[in-house]
């Protein structure tokens, strides 16, 4: 499977991005799609998860209440909801994707055979 990660941007603190993570090339809906990012000189780190048909969706602690992640098999895209952003949510943003990726390793970057280009997402205060 292919992916394409658009959407981001230059905003400010508190405003709002959706990240779109488009897919083609394989039956999307058997995936679990995940949300990680990378600021410069950093790891790259797991910001949320979606199971293959809304199964349940994960999320890393500092973005909970704020990101909202979320799928449309029938367009074969994941989104990812950015509110009250603040300028740590700074980064390049990456999806992955992968049919065999178990619940307790969702947030494991290591788990992922699919990736696709970073879309960067710079917020400034």
């Known amino acids: 499977v292919q992916l394409q990660a658009s959407g981001g941007g230059l905003v400010q603190a508190g405003d709002s991005l959706r990240l779109s993570c488009a897919a083609s090339?394989?039956?999307?809906?058997?995936?679990?799609v995940a949300w990680f990012r990378q600021a410069p000189g950093k790891e790259r780190d797991f910001v949320a998860a979606?199971?293959?048909?809304?199964?349940?969706?994960h999320y890393e602690d500092s973005v909970k209440g704020r990101f909202t992640i979320s799928r449309d098999n029938a367009k074969n895209t994941v989104y990812l909801q950015m509110n009250s952003l603040r300028p740590e949510d700074t980064a390049v943003y990456y999806c992955?994707?992968?049919?065999?990726?178990?619940?307790?390793?969702?947030?494991?970057?290591?788990?992922?055979?699919?990736w696709g280009p970073g879309t960067q997402v710079t917020v400034s205060s």
């Open positions: 992955a994707a992968d049919k065999n990726t178990i619940l307790s390793a969702v947030r494991d970057n290591r788990a992922y055979d699919y």
């Open positions: 979606i199971r293959r048909n809304h199964e349940s969706t």
């Open positions: 090339g394989g039956t999307f809906s058997r995936y679990v």
